[in-house]
């Protein structure tokens, strides 16, 4: 499958805890954008990122949530210290290029916190 | 503000019936326009690109059409299969590479 994968499909953490998003692109994208999609509302923005470097976290809270590319190995969104209000499922995309191009999106990860 | 609103929010056909789907959009300058197609349970699967005013795209029973303001997804002759949710995203053209979506339009083909 060289679609873009995300895992795990399913994560429960209780608050406190701390959950980690994994996403591996689709072969030679090099472009990846995380997404949060809330009941009843739209795909939101969080961040874009390309290998080992942060180009855009405008839509990303300033506090608990962190994403990285490394040079080897998945995206990870990380959030620390979950509360309730982070249940959501989120979703991965990338592209080729920037701008312009279609983004491909994973089967997301639905996070729930109890 | 960058904005997408997408109507109805939910349509109900029977098959054969066609019908079009509607996206309204505010930006300050349009790189593409993009349509999705969400499955329950499924990530946004890609549909068409749309970059200027006039564009029209065709895939088997969708067509989806471009002016400065709007864009639609013409469904013709829907099948069961066809039933999901139906994204509209926007890329401006002066805020990087983020899309902005609309919230969807839920729609069920009745056998």
């Known amino acids: 499958n060289a679609g873009v994968m995300q895992n795990p499909r399913h994560l429960v953490r209780r608050r406190g805890q701390e959950a980690r998003l994994r996403c591996s692109p689709m072969?030679?994208?090099?472009?990846v954008y995380w997404y949060r999609q809330l009941p009843e509302e739209g795909l939101k923005f969080m961040v874009y990122l390309q290998k080992e470097n942060i180009i855009d976290e405008s839509g990303m809270p300033k506090e608990r949530f962190s994403a990285e590319f490394p040079k080897e190995g998945p995206s990870i969104l990380r959030i620390q210290q979950v509360v309730r209000g982070d249940s959501a499922a989120y979703f991965c995309a990338s592209s080729p290029i920037q701008g312009g191009q279609p983004q491909h999106f994973g089967d997301g990860t639905r996070l729930s916190i109890l | 503000e960058d904005q997408v609103t997408q109507s109805p929010e939910a349509l109900r056909l029977q098959e054969g019936e066609s019908s079009s789907l509607n996206c309204s959009y505010t930006v300050s300058g349009l790189r593409g326009l993009f349509w999705y197609r969400q499955d329950p349970g499924k990530g946004p699967e890609f549909l068409f690109t749309?970059?200027?005013a006039g564009e029209e795209k065709e895939k088997e029973r969708l067509k989806a059409t471009l002016t400065k303001k709007e864009s639609f997804l013409h469904i013709t002759a829907p099948k069961p299969e066809d039933s999901a949710t139906y994204l509209c995203?926007?890329?401006?053209?002066?805020?990087?590479?983020?899309?902005?979506f609309g919230t969807g339009t839920s729609l069920t083909v009745i056998p």
């Open positions: 995203a926007v890329q401006p053209a002066n805020t990087g590479n983020q899309f902005y």
């Open positions: 072969k030679g994208h090099s472009h």
């Open positions: 749309l970059y200027s």
